[in-house]
């Protein structure tokens, strides 16, 4: 239905529930394969990554899908300030107020650069941690999959716990099966939210949730760099540092190949800013 409404045809309704799978951490396949397909199959392009992105949507914001469907429709925000609102919104069910309000009070001033700003941020901020799929799990999964599938079967997880350890031939951690007991588990996790970046956060530790709070901290450095020496010949290169971190993608090994793109870059990037905007154009292809 959510498909016919927004797209005109109910055929791409398998495609918006990829996408909402993928964004809640339930397919194990990198975003850049799924569009690569969809381009390979070269069968609606158009409509089948338009389904996906909206599947990713309403994910992420599960009562304005459900709006469409029953027909008391809530147009997708359009305006720089809805959007941030919004990212604000699910930073609180992220994670809390605090971060919501430590987020939007980054945002200040109007333009490109506040809302590179807004989904840069916004993006090292949700890092998808233990707390978070376990958050993403538990959010309307049952009554998702018994919406779309008739019968009794077993649900099943195929998850690689960082304290279970273990790697595959090709050095990606090892996943391993899980029953449907895990979802009471995932339950107690997202309860345990609080904890993140605490002290008494027991994955904190890891050398995945370090480098993820590091790259928070160097980018509102950065940030706080560019905000205090801008100028209308470095303006574009403060938009392309601050919506940078949308190219960090993955887990694991893949994410760690996908920040050292990210560092390299980065400081192509501000070099070109501290030399005054004259390399920009270099720095910005």
């Known amino acids: 239905m959510l498909a016919k409404n927004l797209l005109g045809d109910s055929i791409f309704s398998n495609m918006m529930i990829l996408g909402t799978a993928w964004q809640k951490g339930l397919v194990p396949i990198s975003i850049d394969a799924i569009l690569r397909a969809i381009e390979l199959n070269g069968t609606a392009i158009d409509g089948n990554r338009r389904a996906f992105e909206l599947g990713r949507w309403a994910a ?4 304005q899908a459900l709006s469409m469907v029953t027909g008391n429709v809530i147009t997708k925000p359009k305006s720089l300030d809805e959007r941030i609102k919004l990212r604000a919104e699910h930073l609180r069910a992220y994670q809390n107020a605090a971060l919501a309000a430590k987020y939007m009070a980054r945002l200040h001033g109007a333009g490109e650069l506040r809302e590179a700003t807004s989904r840069g941020y916004h993006k090292l901020l949700t890092y998808k941690d233990e707390y978070e799929v376990a958050r993403l ?6 009554t998702q999959i018994e919406a779309e599938f008739e019968g009794n079967g077993r649900l099943t997880f195929h998850l690689a716990p960082p304290i279970l350890g273990g790697k595959t031939h090709d050095g990606r ?22 904890l993140r970046g605490t002290a008494f956060d ?3 530790r890891t050398a995945e949730r370090r480098m993820e709070r590091d790259l928070i901290a160097q980018y509102e450095a950065d940030m706080d760099q560019i905000t205090a020496n801008l100028t209308p010949d470095t303006l574009e290169l403060g938009r392309l540092i601050a919506e940078l971190p949308l190219q960090i ?5 893949v994410k760690q190949a996908s920040v ?6 980065r400081e192509e990037l501000l070099a070109a800013f501290r ?9 910005a292809q």
């Open 275 to 283: 030399a005054g905007g004259a390399p920009q154009k270099q720095a």
């Open 260 to 265: 050292a793109a990210y560092a390299k870059r």
């Open 249 to 253: 993608k993955g887990f694991g090994p």
């Open 137 to 142: 799990h538990t959010d309307n999964i049952k």
């Open 173 to 194: 951690p090892k996943k391993r099966e899980f029953g449907p007991w895990v979802l009471h588990l995932f339950g107690l996790l997202a309860r345990m939210k609080g």
């Open 202 to 204: 027991p994955f904190g």
């Open 60 to 63: 992420v914001y599960p009562e």
